[in-house]
Structures are given as C-alpha cells and as structure tokens.
C-alpha cells in the first residue's frame, strides 16, 4: 500500500489527454520524488511528465512498444535528475490490468531499471477510459524485487482526485450520492484521513467521516474522556469517563459504518517523526495548541499533503461573549499556516520545552492554561463548514476556500451567524516550513 501523488494537477492532465487521444497505445512517463519509502511501500510525488510522442511508439506482432531509443532517454533523464519513474500506457478496453504481454516485458525490465534508478521505486499503469491501476517495485533487501499496488493515486488541484479509486455501491450512499457524484464518493471510500485530535472539533469531524462514507480513518489523541467534555464529545456517552477518546470515537464510527477501517494512534509529540502520517491522502487538525498544530504543519509540507486545520476559540473577556474560528486549507504550492503568521510562536516554543507541566499536558489535552470554555454548536459549525469545502473539492464544485472565518456573533449590522471566505496571500518561497528554498536544502 503506498501512494503517488500529482501535486500539480497538469501533470496528470497531460498525461490523461495524451492517452485519451491515442487510437493505438501510446505512453508517458512521471518523474517522481519519493517522499517515503517506509514498510507499507513507497509516497512518491509527480515533479515532471514526458509524452512519448508517436514516432516512438512501435507496433509489434502483439502489441504496441516503445522504441529502445525513447526508453533510454527517459531512463537518462530520471537518472540525472535523481528520480524515479513510473509508466502508464492506455488500454481501450476491459478493466486497467496489465495484459499477459504487459507482464512479459515488464519483468525483464524491472531488474534493469531498479539498478539504473540506484534503488529507487519504480512504477506502472494501465490506464482505460479515465481508470487507472497503478503498481510499483523496490529492492526488497535481499536481493530480490517486492511489488505492490498503489494504495491512491490522487491529483491535487481544483479538485481533489483519486484516480484509482473503485466505485461504491452501497445502497447506504444513495442520498448522497446525486450532490457528490460517484466519482467522489469513490474517493472518499478510497482515501486515507487522518484525524489529529479526538475532542470536541475531532469528534463531530469523525462521526461525520463515518456518515460520508471514509473508510480508511487514522485517530491521534492521547485523552481520556472527562465530565467536562460531555457536553461537547458526540462520540462519548455517560458510561465512557476515564476512556481514550480514540476508542470511543473508533467504537462509535464501526456503529455508524461497519466497513469503517479506524486505526487509533497516540498523539502528536514535539520529536516523533510519525511515519503514520506520511502516507496519508488528507490531515484534518482538530487541536487547540499551536505546538501540535506547527508540528501537523510541518509534517503536511513535508509530505505534500493536503492539510485542513480547524480552529475554535470563545472570549469570555468579550461582552457580549464572542464565539468564532478559522477554517485553513494548507494545500500543496500553496501558503501554510507559518506562511500565513497563524501560529502563536511563544506557544510553540513552550510545547516544545520538555518538563513536567508538559507531561501533565499531554494526559489533559493540549492546553496550557485554564480550560478554554467550549460548546457544542461551535464545534460542529466549525467542522460541518470545514467538511462542506472538503466535499466541494471531491466532488468538483469547485477548489476549497482557503480560509473561512466563523463569527457566531455578528455585529449590530449582520447579528447571527456568519461563515465567509477571506482572501490569502502566496505561499512564501522562504518560509522555515513550506518553502522551496528550505526544501532543496533540506533534501541535500
Ligand atoms: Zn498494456
Ligand atoms: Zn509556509
């Protein structure tokens, strides 16, 4: 299981249209950087695509090939960029499978490339009438090659896609499906979400990931469940104080959806590296301490995830008091949270100093000082409103607002509640978490 991801969405248009319009076969090529190669496979990242223009391609006595002239040029390109390949061909017909003769050319040519790339994975896929299967191949360790199957394969741009993704038939969806549309909905059950923070915001974004239909859902939470939280925890009842919330919330989305897939995992540490999440197709941030939150920010650059930050906030000090937060869409390319000076930077540093204060704050959630006054209503408004951009991106409404500002409050002008979109600025190539400069030498 592992994934490929096109971070610039013309990437995969280029290669779609040129494999759509083939009347025999035709084949391309993305260049990758392999942002993990870990146990479960390899997260490889599309950097750069070449066609193979038709003069190179042969026709045989069974099948279409590509000419060896063509095949050393790309392998000499990946080679002096220092990427790994992978290669997609179009079928006309039947479902994306390697055919028999598929199979016969590729094995001889796995040995050879692996050793070409210096180890580095390389990849394959059929691709029919927009579908696509995807497989890839590393050095095993001992001599040998391991294969496996791409777990997504998904292009991030105006909309969010899975292009490997199955079709979902369940009857359960059927409401739902004509507002997201099949494609979406197969994605949706096709991806990996992880949930960092289990509380308030984290519940009501888990239970309604189970009712969407995600079926692949990593929780992060180190909490148990306390009186206090029970008048915000919807996946908590009276009978689970001094439970992990990770648990209650796992037991509460297999009620929902038994074909939910819950893999509950501890919390986020200011030094873990938490290879969990680097093979993840989307990160929702449910936490209210901006030390977690950098990390969750950095982690999202780093594995070019897309990465949606939700934040609430009550000021009591207010009259009448003021209820809000934030929606952020961290996004490939795109400003993160560092960029956008969103983050608390004498928060960060005090959850990043080991002490016993820490300690206690880790078993009693991220806060630092009093406990921060909190209610339902806000938190499901934040995340509904959150999972409303998620949808609209899956399901090609249109791309998601990068920010949202949530004001329970309003003014004497517009009292109620308003939720609106803010205009943000670029990403800053310099920034210590996201830019490109730290990148590049981050890399070397
Ligand atoms: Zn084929
Ligand atoms: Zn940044």
Known sequence: MSTLKFTDSDHWARIEQHLAEATGERFAFALTNTIDNGAEGPVLEVVDVVLIDDRDTERGPNSWYLADRALDRVHNQAVAAGNGLVEFHNHHLGPPVFSHIDEAALTPMIDYVLDLLHGTPYG???????????????????????????????????????????????ERFSRQLPLLG?????????????????GGTGSHALVNLAYLGFRDVLILDDDLVETSNLNRLV??????????????ARRRMRAIDPAVRVRVLPGLTVTGDHPELRDVDLIIGCIDHDGPRHRLNQIAADTRTPYVDIATGVDDTHEPVALGGRVVFVLPGGPCLTCL???DSAEVA???KPSDQQTLDRLHGYGTGA???????????????????VVAWLSGTRRPAQ???????????????????????????????CGTIHRISHDE
């Open 350 to 352: 005090r959850w990043a």
């Open 182 to 198: 099949a494609e979406a909905q197969a994605a949706i059950a096709t991806m990996r979400v992880a949930i960092v923070g289990a």
């Open 235 to 248: 996946t908590a009842d009276h009978a689970d104080i001094d439970s992990p919330k990770v648990v209650v």
């Open 371 to 389: 406990p921060n006054p909190s209610v339902v209503h806000l938190n499901g408004l934040a995340v509904n409103a959150a999972l409303a951009e």
């Open 341 to 343: 000076d969103e983050l």
């Open 124 to 170: 394959a896929a059929v691709w029919v009438e927009g579908a696509v299967r995807a497989e890839w191949w590393r050095p095993d360790g001992n001599g040998g090659v391991q294969r496996g199957q791409f777990r997504t394969v998904t292009v991030i741009g105006e909309r969010l896609r899975v292009i490997n993704a199955s079709a979902v038939t369940d």
């Open 403 to 433: 920010w949202l500002d949530i004001d329970l409050l309003g003014n004497s002008a517009q009292p109620g509640v308003q939720i609106g979109p803010r205009e943000v600025g670029k990403q800053n190539v310099g920034c210590i978490d």
